[in-house]
């Protein structure tokens, strides 16, 4: 899953894809090197982020969906509901929901419209993050891993319970969000659990500031060697999708691996995006 982020204040790229012309680039990019999903949102969620309200979303990204679905898979990472419905109405046939069901109204919409709907595990608005990485480190007792699942299954029985197919619903942990360094490591340490408990498991370690632990003074853009150990890392524990912001990069790694572990030497077939 590659990321187009149409926001002038995300936390590692914003204001690159803000135009519609450098959106629509940003989706050619991503599909070029070999996204397999475009992953569009037009509200930032880092922390301290103020809600966008669903006119102004739409006024960034509805266009942005209507020219990616033409060309590929779609998801539309939003937490509104009028924001999820109008663009799965434009083609997007995914939803990333950052709230982990904060609004029913947004499962009532993927269902209305037989779309999939990723869950991220959080706690609290963007508005309410006090900063990157920071969080009480016994927010979550002895066991991040089991309180992150037993909150998000509580969020997936909301959900199915709106008309959502249980087979059309993803997990993803929420690393970084309301979750410390530390919490998000440890997340990634015990990954195979969540994999085990969930058959769709979505994983964006993607530049994300839990990657200090490793690189102190990086910047996000410098986090590039740790975000792909971290996807490695995620697909071997049996996560179905990464969420990343360098496609290319990424997809170089894991197919190398795919290489390294194939008894035949070829590389798994991957959708037709006009990739060798």
């Avoid at 480190?137 to 997936?156: F, I, K, M, P």
């Amino acid at each position: 899953m590659g990321i187009c982020n149409v926001t002038p204040d995300s936390f590692s790229d914003g204001g690159r894809h803000f135009t519609p012309a450098d959106a629509r680039a940003r989706v050619d990019e991503l599909l070029a090197e070999g996204a397999d999903i475009v992953d569009i949102g037009g509200e930032s969620t880092r922390p301290g982020a103020t809600p966008l309200p669903a006119k102004e979303q739409l006024a960034r990204v509805l266009e942005v969906v209507r020219y990616a679905a033409q060309r590929g898979c779609v998801s539309i990472d939003t937490t509104s509901a009028e924001v999820a419905a109008a663009c799965l109405d434009a083609g997007a046939s995914v939803v990333n929901d950052v709230s982990c069901l904060r609004d029913p109204a947004l499962a009532q919409a993927c269902a209305a419209n037989g779309a999939a709907l990723v869950l991220m595990h959080s706690r609290g608005t963007q508005a309410e993050m006090k900063g990157f990485s920071e969080y009480p480190e016994d927010a979550y007792g002895d066991d991040v891993v089991g309180a992150v699942l037993a909150e998000w299954r509580s969020a997936a029985a909301r959900a199915i319970a709106l008309g959502v197919d249980a087979a059309a619903l993803a997990l993803d942990p929420g690393l970084g969000f309301a979750k410390s360094a530390k919490q998000s490591m440890q997340i990634m340490r015990e990954l195979r659990r969540l994999c085990d408990a969930h058959p769709r498991v979505l994983v964006g370690a993607s530049r994300k500031s839990f990657l200090k632990l490793v690189a102190p003074s990086a910047t996000p853009e410098q986090r590039l060697g740790a975000s792909i150990a971290a996807a490695l890392e995620a697909r071997r524990a049996g996560a179905s999708v990464v969420r990343v912001h360098d496609v290319r990069e990424t997809r170089q790694a894991l197919d190398f691996e795919s290489l390294c572990n194939n008894p035949d030497g070829r590389c798994p077939s991957r959708p037709p995006h006009g990739r060798t």
